[in-house]
């Protein structure tokens, strides 16, 4: 196994230092995912194409059963796809067996999740830790504590989850995404579950990381507000891609869809 | 992920449910403490029979007279014996001491106790390794007058006359009067009999005057010659030997009309008959044990399916299928393992109470070995990683986005 590692991680340095800088960290090309219920095949995503730039803040809408959940999974190498490509970094996703890909959600990517998903049994700075767990990496605490520090949650490392409030929660969640130092950070509905003001705080966290870290960033959410909020939007709906631009262009493109509907 | 991380994190999840963890812990103690605590009966048991018949004298060889039905006359007679002691035909016998023997009741005063009454010449004492506490044993002078004499076991002894010394007391076997001449020294057991119940006179007394029978050849019959051999490596030699006499002897062409049994050979029937029975006890413990590993089967299911959105989380994070299967089986092991170290300490315990205690009348001597407790851990152990395999591969198998959907 530790060779497999050895060489996967090698093989993606040699393709990250022959691309130019502008060129893409994700690029699909015509992704499907298929599901099998029963005997009828659900097209969750019908053919997406797309690419998102190192340190591009992108916002991904679509109401539920639009497809969006599912490209997140396949983003965040939670799935692979049925056909098409996945680039991420120059690496083909799509031909990796799962403990690879485990390798690929431990060292690229940081997942924030809209149920905070913390263990209950861990205090915060353990549950920060906990992706420094899997894989070589010592200074776990001190790692763990800078990454709370990041969020403002250093007086709170020793409380467990369920002394903290929901804001706090998603903030130890984004802690423990940033401790890797990922290349992308997956936030699925990131809001979802707080009030107004805690999900400013969120937004305004992952803002940051983006602008002053220029970390990508990637947010899937149904609320147009908070879409509204990245400078790219890319809108879902039947497993296709119908927008893809600055929030200007969201209603011209919702506009667009529903002519399409129409027609 | 390190050794150590994995055990602290596998101590850390069976610390959160500690009233599950002490129930699921429970069948293996009991599994493994029952084991011990059977097997170190059964070792103790096993070892006070071989020493007890190592006391009673090594080199042994015991030559019976062969039982061909309960009308027929005893083949075996005093003269048999002596001729054991012949320098040509069979210079590995160092001494012989023969036997007859025969039960009735004893009467002192007030006093009766039904005992087993045993014949002998004065060289039984030293053949059989008989002490006497007071009096003397029997002499030859005795054995050739026929005197009516007894030397009495140290039970019969105390039961007859209490606390009073019985040497010079008198007392009746079959209505005759018999005189005490001495008592013998405490020698327990119940491998060949009680030996403290006996009651020795001399072997003509006990064959003429106590018992009727007569032998085709006259002579005095004889139930038991006891063969004392010059050394243990010559007990072979010396079965051949007396054989070779007694053939010749009783002009046999065919069987044998006689059997000869070797101390070895009894000390060996006899710990085979324990071992059988320690076998099975420790068999009924075993299955308690795994009836035990199941217990722990069932908690790791149980534990794995609520957990399920724990190892989503986890594998989200980058675990692995070799992190996941290792974080649950090591917990099964630890677990089962814990069970073993309490149940061990517990055996120990149980066999330390029940040494040299009577219970429900049997009088038990238990001896705790290491390889016992070591063997019952490594057990324990191998019983939770084996258990505890199914239930980890279940947890590692699980998808990553249904592990995280999981409520």
């Known amino acids: 196994m530790v060779v497999g590692e050895v060489s996967l991680v090698a093989s993606a340095a040699v393709v990250v230092n022959n691309m130019s800088e502008d060129q893409a960290m994700i690029e699909l090309s015509d992704v499907t995912k298929v599901y099998n219920i029963g005997t009828i095949d659900v097209h969750a995503l019908d053919g997406v194409s797309m690419s998102i730039h190192r340190g591009e803040m992108v916002a991904i809408m679509g109401a539920s059963g639009s497809g969006k959940s599912t490209l997140m999974n396949v983003l965040g190498c939670l799935d692979v796809p049925s056909s098409g490509r996945y680039m991420l970094d120059g690496l083909e996703v799509g031909a990796l067996s799962g403990n690879q890909l485990a390798e690929i959600r431990n060292r690229k990517i940081g997942f924030v999740f809209q149920t905070y998903n913390l263990l209950p049994r861990l205090t915060a700075q353990a549950n920060v830790e906990l992706p420094l767990l899997y894989g070589a990496g010592n200074d776990r605490k001190r790692r763990a504590s800078e990454a709370l520090d990041r969020v403002g949650l250093s007086d709170r490392m020793n409380h467990k989850p369920t002394e903290l409030s929901g804001g706090q929660q998603q903030r130890v969640g984004i802690a423990r995404a940033l401790v890797k130092d990922p290349s992308i950070l997956l936030a699925d509905e990131p809001t979802g579950n707080l009030d107004s003001r805690s999900s400013a705080e969120i937004m305004e966290i992952l803002m940051e990381l983006n602008r002053d870290e220029g970390r990508t960033v990637i947010i899937v959410t149904h609320e147009p507000e908070i879409a509204a909020q990245a400078p790219r939007v890319i809108t879902m709906r039947d497993g296709v891609i119908v927008s893809d631009g600055p929030p200007e262009t969201l209603g011209q493109g919702a506009t667009a869809a529903a002519g399409e509907a129409q027609q | ?407």
């Open chain 2, 1 to 407: 992920m390190s050794p150590f991380v994995i055990i602290t994190t596998a101590l850390a999840s069976l610390g959160a449910s500690k009233l599950r963890t002490g129930l699921a812990l429970l069948g293996i103690v009991i599994g493994v403490a029952a084991v011990i605590s059977t097997m170190s009966v059964g070792r103790g048991a096993e070892q006070s029979i071989t020493e007890r018949i190592e006391a009673l004298g090594t080199n042994l060889l015991f030559v019976r007279p062969t039982n061909t039905g309960p009308l027929s006359a005893s083949t075996l007679t005093i003269v048999d014996g002596e001729a054991l002691l012949d320098p040509l035909l069979t210079p590995s016998i160092v001494a012989q001491a023969p036997e007859v023997s025969t039960s009735g009741v004893v009467v002192a005063g007030r006093e009766n106790t039904f005992a087993q009454i045993v014949g002998v010449t004065p060289e039984y004492e030293f053949v059989r390794s008989y002490s006497v506490s007071s009096g003397q044993f029997i002499t030859n002078e005795q054995v050739v007058t026929r005197d009516e004499v007894a030397v009495l076991g140290s039970e019969v002894a105390e039961t007859l006359f209490g606390f009073r010394d019985p040497v010079g007391q008198t007392l009746r076997i079959s209505g005759r009067q018999f005189r005490v001449t001495g008592v013998l020294e405490s020698r327990g057991g119940t491998a060949l009999g009680n030996l403290d119940g006996q009651i020795l006179v001399p072997i003509t007394t006990a064959y003429y005057r106590l018992s009727s029978q007569r032998t085709t050849q006259g002579g005095i019959a004889v139930q038991a010659i006891n063969v004392q051999v010059e050394g243990i490596d010559s007990m072979d030699k010396a079965i051949q030997e007396v054989t070779t006499s007694l053939r010749l002897r009783h002009r046999i062409t065919d069987d044998d009309d006689f059997t000869i049994t070797s101390q070895e050979e009894t000390i060996e029937t006899l710990t085979e008959t324990q071992e059988t029975f320690a076998l099975f006890l420790g068999a009924i413990a075993g299955i308690s044990l795994f009836v035990g590993g199941i217990g722990i089967m069932n908690i790791m299911m149980v534990s794995v399916t609520e957990r399920t959105r724990e190892i989503g989380i986890r594998k989200a994070m980058g675990a692995k299928w070799r992190d996941i299967l290792l974080q649950f089986v090591s917990e099964a092991t630890l677990l089962s393992l814990g069970g073993g170290i309490a149940g061990a300490v517990l055996g120990v315990v149980l066999a330390r109470l029940m040494d040299g205690r009577e219970i429900i009348g049997q009088n038990f001597e238990t001896a705790v070995s290491g390889d016992i407790t070591i063997l019952a851990l490594a057990v324990a152990a191998a019983i939770g990683l084996f258990f505890g395999i199914y239930p980890a591969a279940r947890a590692a198998n699980l998808h990553p986005i249904e592990a995280l959907r999981y409520e």
